[in-house]
C-alpha cells in the first residue's frame, strides 16, 4: 500500500479472459461492453482474492449486498479479438468515506488494451428500505492493503 499519487492504495490481482467468437462484432473485434462485464467481474474477484468472502456469504454477517457502480470510465487503445487471452490487472486507486475507485488495466502481454475506473460504494438494503452506501468498513480496507 501506498500514498504516492498514481500508485495503488491496495493489493493488485489478476484476471485472466480467454476472449471467444461470441465475445466479437462482425469485424472480429471484442465488442465494449464486455469490457466492462470483465472489469466488472474482476472487481469481485479482486476482494475475493484478497480473502473478502462472496456477497453472497457477506450478506449474512453483515448486511452488505455488494458494491454497487456509481460512475465508469473507460479509455480504449488497443482491439481485442478472438483467441486473444487478456488480463485484468486490478486494484483501488483511492479510497473515501463511502466510496471508493477500482481501477482495471485490461492487457494482451505488455500491450495495454484499455484502462477502467470505477466509483464503487459497498451497500446495504434493508427489507423495506433503500440501497444505502456504507463507510468502507475497516475490516475489508485491511485485507485489501
Ligand atoms: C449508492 C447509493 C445507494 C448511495 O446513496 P446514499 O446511501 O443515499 O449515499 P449518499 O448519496 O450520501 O452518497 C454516499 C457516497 O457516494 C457518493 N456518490 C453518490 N453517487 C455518486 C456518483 N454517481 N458518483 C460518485 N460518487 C457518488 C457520495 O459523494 C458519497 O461519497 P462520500 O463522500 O465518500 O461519502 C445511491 O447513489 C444509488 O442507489 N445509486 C445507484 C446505484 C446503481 O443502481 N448502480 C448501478 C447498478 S448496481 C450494480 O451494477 C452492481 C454491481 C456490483 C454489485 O455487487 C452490486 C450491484
Not at 9 to 25: L, P
Not at 133 to 145: L, R, S, T
Request: proline share 7%; hydrophobic share 35%; net charge neutral.
Amino acid at each position: 500500500m501506498s500514498n504516492d499519487p498514481g500508485k495503488p492504495m491496495s493489493k493488485t490481482t489478476i484476471y485472466d479472459v480467454k476472449v471467444m467468437f461470441g465475445d466479437c462484432d462482425p469485424a472480429g473485434i471484442v465488442f465494449f461492453p464486455n469490457f466492462s462485464k470483465w472489469m466488472d467481474a474482476s472487481s469481485l474477484d479482486f476482494f475475493v482474492q484478497c480473502g473478502i468472502l462472496p456477497w453472497r456469504e457477506l450478506r449474512k454477517t453483515t448486511g452488505i449486498i455488494g458494491t454497487p457502480l456509481l460512475e465508469i470510465h473507460t479509455k480504449f487503445m488497443r482491439p481485442a479479438t478472438y483467441g486473444d487471452l487478456i488480463h485484468v490487472h486490478t486494484s483501488v486507486e483511492t479510497w473515501n468515506a463511502k466510496t471508493f475507485v477500482q481501477k482495471h488495466i485490461v492487457k494482451k502481454g505488455d500491450e495495454i488494451l484499455c484502462e477502467g475506473r470505477e466509483t464503487r460504494a459497498f451497500c446495504i438494503h434493508p427489507e423495506g428500505g433503500r440501497l444505502q452506501a456504507i463507510p468502507v468498513p475497516d475490516f475489508i480496507k485491511d485485507k485489501c492493503c
